[in-house]
């Protein structure tokens, strides 16, 4: 079946980077967008970007510009999403999420400004 | 950039109807129609149950909908049920960033 499956919760020191992964399995990893996502403890989720897998082109939200990174590599259908500099409001769950694939009235279609698979997500604890 | 808004808190009995709005500008739901809702449980990842302002996915029940007046998305949730207790999120295709998501809104079935 669609999954994307997360790597290992972390624990980071402020200043540190961190990189978390999210491995595709059961379509065709070049077809959707991969978002990612944060939600820190009791808040709302906050979108960070996308990487297009086909392609490897990012859009990445203003306020994580020069300090995420997302990349990918097409031979193990994982994408990578990097943050820098790390501190302790940057402790959350980290989400990647695919963009979605619908049907309605016969038709089929992308929606690429929507999720419709979702990760386990990945926690992640900054403290000295 | 502030996020979408949305009221913190609805609440409703089980058999209710309930709307939670979520509110943006002319750069995001005023102009778009890429409108998602999202609902999450107790430390469960989201899922989605609306995109495109109005369409369900497969397998998302019926009483959930959604539409759009101006800048102003609304999820309704129809014939209220215990197991629609949930966290609720509203997110748009914006052209100053993306996507962006409104706060949440914690919805109790009474």
């Known amino acids: 079946q669609v999954q994307l499956v997360q790597s290992g919760a972390e624990v980071k020191k402020p200043g540190a980077s961190l990189k978390v992964s999210c491995k595709a399995s059961?379509?065709?990893?070049?077809?959707?967008?991969i978002h990612w996502v944060r939600q820190a403890p009791g808040q709302g989720l906050e979108w960070m970007g996308w990487i297009n897998p086909d392609s490897g082109g990012t859009n990445y939200a203003q306020r994580f510009h020069g300090w995420v990174t997302m990349t990918r590599d097409t031979s193990i259908n994982t994408v990578y999403m990097d943050l820098s500099s790390l501190k302790s409001d940057d402790t959350a769950v980290y989400y990647c999420?695919?963009?979605?694939?619908?049907?309605?009235?016969?038709?089929?279609?992308?929606?690429?400004?929507?999720?419709?698979?979702w990760g386990h997500g990945t926690t992640v604890t900054v403290s000295s | 950039q502030s996020a979408l808004t949305q009221p913190a808190s609805v609440s409703g009995s089980p058999g209710q109807s309930i709307t939670i709005p979520c509110t943006g500008t002319?750069?995001?739901?005023?102009?778009?129609?890429?409108v998602s809702w999202y609902q999450q449980l107790p430390g469960r990842a989201p899922k989605i149950i609306i995109y495109?302002?109005?369409k369900r996915p497969s397998g998302v029940s019926n009483r959930f909908s959604g539409s759009k007046s101006g800048n102003t998305a609304s999820l309704t949730i129809s014939g209220l049920q215990a197991e629609d207790e949930a966290d609720y999120h509203c997110s748009s295709y914006t052209t100053i960033t993306g996507v962006m998501f409104g706060g949440g809104t914690k919805l109790t079935v009474l």
């Open positions: 999420a695919r963009s979605g694939y619908g049907c309605s009235g016969g038709s089929c279609y992308h929606y690429y400004y929507g999720m419709d698979v």
């Open positions: 495109d302002v109005t």
């Open positions: 059961g379509y065709t990893f070049s077809d959707y967008y």
């Open positions: 002319s750069s995001d739901i005023g102009t778009y129609t890429y």
